[in-house]
């Protein structure tokens, strides 16, 4: 299947500080990609979804303004958490996918492990 | 809206023993249905998946088949292992470029 990395895979930043979550779709082109949430021990939450040159949808209860999306390419899109604060500390999960949507799925990141002190 | 609801865990097995975690969906048209496994302190790995109605979806010994007439998609082994032991989650997609739906996960303990 197709590969999507995710840097860094940890981080652990002071609170007030903004942190970069980059996702890559390394041998195909993802014209939509989605960030994903995820609590201990609880499933996915869909943070929003985007789309290549486009502005990012986001869920309902989901900061914009926060998270910042930007998927200005086929191969990368990037989850900016602004001015962090402990209650941010969660994993982030990004999906890819690519044109047509073959078979509808989705490709999966190795996720980022965001710890706010 | 379209909605997942798999069997809450967590579900803890002998080695060797038969699995079952239930799963069944709500969605409009004819989705395509997955399950997923998460290691720990890991990311998504796609187990199986299933396309249209009747198919079956089969890995590393698991397997699940798409029942349209009873929206299920219950995930199965008969022999789990101890590497077995993961969250799994069932989810949904109405198209590749729609979010998936997830249940809520089931975590599976195996032990020797």
């Known amino acids: 299947g197709a590969v999507v990395s995710q840097h860094p895979s940890r981080v652990i930043c002071k609170s007030g500080t903004s942190v970069k979550i980059e996702c890559r779709s390394l041998?195909?082109?993802?014209?939509?990609m989605f960030w994903y949430r995820q609590f201990p021990k609880q499933s996915l939450m869909l943070m929003a979804t985007?789309?290549?040159?486009?502005?990012?949808?986001?869920e309902q209860g989901v900061e914009k303004d926060k998270f910042l999306i930007n998927h200005a390419s086929l191969t990368l899109s990037t989850l900016t958490v602004t001015s962090a604060h402990p209650e941010d500390s969660s994993f982030y999960i990004c999906?890819?996918?690519?044109?047509?949507?073959?078979?509808?799925?989705?490709?999966f990141g190795p996720g980022t492990r965001l710890t706010v002190l | 809206g379209n909605s997942v609801t798999q069997m809450e865990g967590p579900v803890t097995l002998s080695e060797e023993a038969f699995l079952t975690i239930n799963c069944t969906y709500t969605?409009?048209?004819?989705?395509?249905l997955f399950w997923y496994v998460q290691y720990p302190g890991e990311g998504l790995q796609l187990l199986l998946k299933?396309?249209?109605?009747?198919d079956k979806g089969s890995n590393k010994g698991f397997e699940a088949t798409y029942r349209k007439e009873t929206t299920s998609f219950h995930l199965e082994k008969g022999s789990v292992q101890v590497s077995d032991s993961a969250v799994y989650f069932c989810?949904?997609?109405?198209?590749?470029?729609?979010?998936?739906?997830f249940g809520k996960g089931t975590r599976l303990s195996v032990i020797a």
């Open positions: 299933a396309t249209k109605a009747d």
């Open positions: 041998d195909f082109q993802a014209t939509t």
């Open positions: 969605a409009t048209g004819y989705p395509s």
């Open positions: 999906s890819a996918s690519g044109l047509a949507g073959v078979y509808n799925e989705q490709f």
């Open positions: 989810a949904l997609s109405a198209s590749g470029n729609t979010p998936l739906v």
């Open positions: 985007s789309n290549e040159g486009s502005k990012a949808t986001y």
